[in-house]
């Protein structure tokens, strides 16, 4: 045990003398996780919109007095729609709108009035957030009365804020990456300084100098993750936690140690530091990918929803909303829990296999 912890420590040391590993750790598990959650907007904010208003009249007025910000900028007005169509194309406004010289008249008349819409649907999430709130806009207008009155809760997030979810989002991807190329470095680094050799020739059970190895970068990973938690999810996001945050830790620790597994494996097939880098975006995207960080499942071709079983970020993912926003109890979270032990025993043992042949 003594052999183990003084491994352990040694691996300390050297990440903490390494300035450029412990920038790079403290810059993506604070100010990437904040940029991604503040810096990345699916709501429509600030859209640009351009008007070609041939009617003249009050009502076109009225509607376009409610586009007013965050949502959209002070409407720009167009001679013609060849001009407003090359202000989309030119992608100085997100949206255009036309009213023909009939409309206020058609208006009045109950005539179905029409209000042509053009969009640079090339911002896909905005533009459709966009043309959302224009038509509920527009509705107001039409006096319609519906036989069915739609009363809408929000759960979990009843602000509907999604830098909550990016925030959260963005951290657990930065735990699989990072894990990863760490847990790989850590060994590769023996091969690119020829101290491999050096490490092979020491009457150190290799089975303790893999373990020590890992564990070191596991508690930097932990270390990480309760910075980042306090610091930018708790303290700058302002992101609730309606359940125990200790199941969250205990969960990301087992996810940790998975994801180190695969950093074994890595470290065994590569040569040096850019095969590490190269081999990891290779391995860990399709896993993130397959996790529902970036699409929901239910929205994936069935066939990739059956794939995605086996990616443990699935179930970390899963538990940790759970726990965040859902306040989820513990005896609720056993699937994840079982989700990510399960693949976290194979892909660590199969890591350790891999690596411990090179001894």
Not at 86 to 109: C, L, S, T
Request: glycine residues 6%; without cysteine.
């Amino acid at each position: 045990m003594k052999i183990f912890f003084t491994i352990v420590l040694k691996e300390l040391l050297s990440f903490f003398r390494s300035f450029g590993l412990v920038f790079i750790v403290i810059y993506f598990f604070t100010a990437e996780v904040y940029v991604a959650a503040t810096g990345m907007e699916i709501e429509a904010r600030n859209v640009a919109i351009g008007v070609v208003d041939k009617s003249a009249g009050g009502i076109s007025k009225k509607v376009l007095s409610s586009l007013h910000s965050p949502e959209f900028q002070t409407s720009k007005y167009y001679k013609s729609q060849k001009e407003l169509s090359d202000a989309i194309y030119n992608k100085d406004i997100m949206v255009g709108m036309i009213f023909d010289e009939d409309f206020e008249k058609n208006y009045y008349k109950k005539q179905n009035p029409t209000i042509n819409i053009l969009i640079d649907s090339t911002t896909a999430s905005q533009s459709l957030m966009a043309i959302g709130y224009i038509q509920n806009i527009v509705m107001k207008f039409n006096n319609l009365k519906l036989p069915v009155e739609l009363k809408m809760h929000k759960l979990f997030n009843q602000n509907a804020d999604t830098k909550l979810f990016m925030g959260v989002s963005e951290l657990l991807s930065v735990i699989t990456l990072l894990t990863t190329i760490l847990t790989a470095i850590a060994f590769v680094k023996e091969k690119e300084s020829g101290t491999w050799d050096i490490m092979l020739l020491m009457p150190v059970n290799p089975k303790i100098i893999i373990l020590a190895k890992s564990l070191s970068q596991i508690i930097i990973m932990m270390v990480g993750v309760s910075i980042s938690v306090g610091l930018i999810l708790f303290h700058s996001l302002d992101v609730p936690i309606n359940g125990n945050l200790l199941n969250f830790f205990i969960l990301t620790f087992f996810y940790v140690a998975t994801t180190a597994g695969i950093g074994l494996f890595i470290a065994a097939i590569s040569k040096n530091i850019m095969q590490v880098s190269q081999f990891s975006i290779i391995i860990m995207m399709p896993i993130i990918f397959l996790s529902g960080a970036w699409t929901p499942i239910y929205a994936m071709h069935p066939f990739l929803q059956y794939l995605s079983i086996f990616s443990p970020l699935r179930y970390y993912i899963e538990g940790s909303e759970s726990v965040f926003f859902r306040g989820t109890e513990f005896i609720d979270l056993l699937p994840y829990f079982s989700g990510v032990l399960i693949l976290g025993i194979i892909l660590y043992w199969y890591g350790f296999r891999k690596i411990g042949k090179l001894f």
